[in-house]
């Protein structure tokens, strides 16, 4: 996929804000190395529950639309 590694950052957060999180990137991940059919709109609905959960520390520009740099 690209990357190395992954950092939740989830320091002062309740331990259900870091179950959650970490469960919905696994599935994320998961789903992303599988693929399978409607990816897209599986990921994008995984993204507005990321957001949804976090507390401000998302915008939606390049992470809702998956906006990345080719490097």
């Known amino acids: 996929m690209g990357f190395d ?3 939740i950052d989830a320091r002062n957060k309740p331990v259900d804000y870091s179950r ?3 469960s919905l990137y696994q599935t994320a991940l998961e789903l992303s190395i599988h693929g399978g059919p409607h990816l897209d709109k599986k990921l994008h609905s995984l993204k507005r529950k990321v957001k949804k959960i ?3 520390g998302i915008t939606t520009g390049n992470f809702l639309r998956g906006v990345h ?3």
């Open 20 to 22: 959650k999180m970490f």
């Open 69 to 71: 740099e080719d490097y």
């Open 5 to 7: 590694g992954l950092v």
């Open 54 to 56: 976090s507390n401000g």
